[in-house]
């Protein structure tokens, strides 16, 4: 069973940066796609930044240019670095891994991302 452990998140002032990470466990093999989604209340889930093992990258429009993924593949681990942070990300950070095509989706439990003065 592949669990999904997040951690990185918490306060931030605007402007300013975190880290998040994510570790797969529970598969031996190299994911598939992995990355992050974010939500607030009342609105859907959206994409954050998904990469794949073949190093594509998506990255949704309102974090483009601030945020960075990243991976270490043999360890089924990524990272989300996020730069100049505003009160609109603030949210719940989801990480999410797709293991391999037509495969179920697997989320974490998600981490809180505060951005406030």
């Known amino acids: 069973q592949v669990q999904l452990v997040e951690s990185g998140g918490g306060l931030v002032q605007p402007g300013g940066s975190l880290r998040l990470s994510c570790a797969a466990s529970?598969?031996?093999?190299?994911?598939?796609?992995m990355g992050w989604y974010r939500q607030v209340p009342g609105k859907e889930r959206e994409l954050v930044a998904i990469?794949?093992?073949?190093?594509?990258?998506n990255y949704g429009d309102s974090v483009k240019g601030r945020f960075t993924i990243s991976r270490d593949g043999a360890k089924n681990v990524v990272f989300l670095q996020m730069n100049s942070l505003n009160p609109e990300d603030a949210a719940v950070y989801y990480c999410?891994?797709?293991?391999?095509?037509?495969?179920?989706?697997?989320w974490g439990q998600g981490t809180q991302v505060t951005v406030s003065s």
């Open positions: 999410y891994m797709l293991p391999f095509p037509g495969s179920r989706p697997y």
């Open positions: 990469i794949s093992n073949g190093d594509n990258i």
């Open positions: 529970g598969t031996r093999a190299s994911f598939f796609r």
